[in-house]
């Protein structure tokens, strides 16, 4: 069991995400357990589930709060589902530094 939605693999990190398309902002909200006892980091965006758009919109939010390119996330699972697993290549050790050393900030618009 993993405590983390965080979890290192050969060629990067696997981050364990619960979406909340369709809501008030673009937001990573904090933690929430997951059906077999971890953890899956809570994302909100405003855009609604349609054509893959609320993917898109997740993976540009963290993008830009983790400061990574979007190519270097790829969705493995959940593409139609709210429980979704995305893959960030890279060093899997400075990825888990930056990645839990990182709190959930809010992307504010103007």
């Known amino acids: 069991m993993?405590?983390?939605p965080f979890a290192r693999?050969?060629?990067?990190?696997?981050?364990?995400?619960?979406?909340?398309?369709?809501?008030?902002?673009?937001?990573?909200?904090?933690?929430?357990?997951?059906?077999?006892g971890g953890k899956a980091l809570k994302v909100s965006v405003t855009v609604v589930a349609e054509a893959?758009?609320?993917?898109?919109?997740?993976?540009?939010?963290?993008?830009?709060l983790w400061r990574l390119p979007k190519s270097s996330f790829t969705l493995v699972a959940g593409t139609s589902d709210r429980n979704k697993i995305i893959h960030l290549s890279g060093d899997p050790e400075a990825l888990m530094a930056m990645l839990t050393g990182h709190h959930p900030v809010e992307d504010r618009k103007p």
Request: aromatic share 2%; hydrophobic share 45%.
């Open 9 to 36: 693999v050969a060629d990067g990190v696997r981050v364990t995400l619960r979406a909340t398309p369709g809501g008030s902002r673009n937001a990573v909200t904090g933690f929430a357990d997951t059906a077999s």
């Open 2 to 4: 993993n405590l983390s």
């Open 52 to 64: 893959g758009k609320a993917n898109e919109a997740v993976i540009k939010l963290l993008a830009k």
